[in-house]
T-cell receptor
Framework: EAGVAQSPRYKIIEKRQSVAFWCNPISGHATLYWYQQILGQGPKLLIQFQNNGVVDDSQLPKDRFSAERLKGVDSTLKIQPAKLEDSAVYLC???????????FGPGTRLTVL | GESVGLHLPTLSVQEGDNSIINCAYSNSASDYFIWYKQESGKGPQFIIDIRSNMDKRQGQRVTVLLNKTVKHLSLQIAATQPGDSAVYFCAGVDNNNDMRFGAGTRLTVKP
């Protein structure tokens, strides 16, 4: 079974630039999550989708972060404009449904200079 | 909400010894807990979970113990191997199905 796919794996940008990350969940998984993991910390949930609807985006900095899952499968996370403190690994995870075991992708390491 | 933390940021063990990684939680309404293993450059990998109505659960070389009285859980790894070197996270899931991760413990296995 294919796992969660993410791209790119690494991205370096300058502050105030824009960046987008892509996630393809495990086939059949209705729930998709985006996490931010700052170096030395545990992952922090940014947003959770159930199919193409947002379940929880309370921790998403909406002035600069946005995410979508238009067809209920792939998802993109965008940061515009980026700040230095956005440097982190952005993890995508998926699960069969809400409350089920989450499976993580390899993450995208973002460096903002 | 859930607040999850770990007792030690690092743990070093000799190959072949048993490892014990501890975790404390604050929300007594948490429904279940999960241990994840994260190797360098990879996403967290599910190891084992335990429901709040259980005290112990065993997997292959791993055991999770849950003590609800003191709000503490631990991950025991038997016969630790070099491939077990990683950061281990505990995560708590509350009754809203929100999962919160602790900061992690880095396990180093010495040959």
């Amino acid at each position: 079974e294919a796992g969660v796919a993410q791209s790119p794996r690494y991205k370096i940008i300058e502050k105030r630039q824009s960046v987008a990350f892509w996630c393809n969940p495990i086939s059949g998984h209705a729930t998709l999550y985006w996490y931010q993991q700052i170096l030395g910390q545990g992952p922090k949930l940014l947003i959770q989708f159930q199919n193409n609807g947002v379940v929880d985006d309370s921790q998403l900095p909406k002035d600069r972060f946005s995410a979508e899952r238009l067809k209920g499968v792939d998802s993109t996370l965008k940061i515009q404009p980026a700040k230095l403190e956005d440097s982190a690994v952005y993890l995508c995870a998926s699960s069969l449904g809400t409350g089920d075991t989450q499976y993580f992708g390899p993450g995208t390491r973002l460096t903002v200079l | 909400g859930e607040s999850v933390g770990l007792h030690l940021p690092t743990l070093s063990v000799q190959e072949g010894d048993n490892s014990i990684i501890n975790c404390a939680y604050s929300n007594s309404a948490s429904d279940y807990f999960i241990w994840y293993k994260q190797e360098s450059g990879k996403g967290p990998q599910f190891i084992i979970d335990i429901r709040s109505n259980m005290d112990k659960r065993q997997g292959q070389r791993v055991t999770v113990l849950l003590n609800k009285t003191v709000k503490h859980l631990s991950l025991q790894i038997a016969a630790t191997q070099p491939g077990d070197s990683a950061v281990y996270f505990c995560a708590g899931v509350d009754n809203n199905n929100d999962m919160r991760f602790g900061a992690g413990t880095r396990l180093t296995v010495k040959p």
